[in-house]
């Protein structure tokens, strides 16, 4: 049994395979005209009304050019230390920074208790262990500081913060 397609013609055949028809060719026929009512399409004109471009902007202006300015920080820094249990059942404590209003730019670890962990900002990020008093973050805007305690004894923290500083929520 042989198989068969449908070949195009001038192309190369094997020998079980043959053309087997012609392509059909029709002639272009020509849409009919449809009839139109003169008077109705001029009364359609009259009630368009015509479309007015935009006005082109003139070449003439020029966009202002807009310069940096450089500012300095006021260094007008407020600070609070913060005393907290480093007792092993506290677990991801807040220390209430957002409570007192309180946007940090550096954190300090002043006393180390019995130890203790801390995560900023979130209590789903990870926990950074305070290894020594002095050890300080400088990195990022801390809203909230967030302990859990190692062992007995009372730790304690300073942040800081600029009062004068404008943040933009995005």
Not at 63 to 85: A, D
Not at 153 to 170: A, E, F, H, Y
């Amino acid at each position: 049994m042989s198989r068969r397609r449908l070949q195009y013609p001038g192309e190369i055949c094997r020998p079980e395979e043959r053309i087997i028809g012609e392509p059909v060719h029709r002639p272009f026929e020509a849409v009919p005209a449809i009839s139109v009512d003169l008077a109705a399409v001029l009364e359609l004109e009259k009630r368009i009304r015509p479309m007015i471009a935009p006005p082109q902007p003139s070449k003439g202006v020029v966009p202002p050019t807009i310069v940096p300015v450089l500012t300095q920080e006021i260094l007008n820094k407020l600070y609070r230390n913060i005393s907290f249990s480093t007792a092993v059942g506290v677990v991801d404590q807040p220390l209430g920074l957002r409570d007192m209003r309180i946007v940090a730019d550096t954190m300090t670890v002043l006393a180390l208790g019995g130890g203790f962990t801390y995560k900023m900002n979130k209590p789903s990020n990870d926990a950074t262990t305070a290894s020594a008093v002095g050890q300080q973050e400088t990195a990022f805007e801390i809203e909230e500081l967030y302990i859990t305690g190692l062992g007995p004894g009372t730790g304690q923290v300073r942040v800081m913060w600029n009062p004068d500083l404008i943040r933009i929520k995005p």
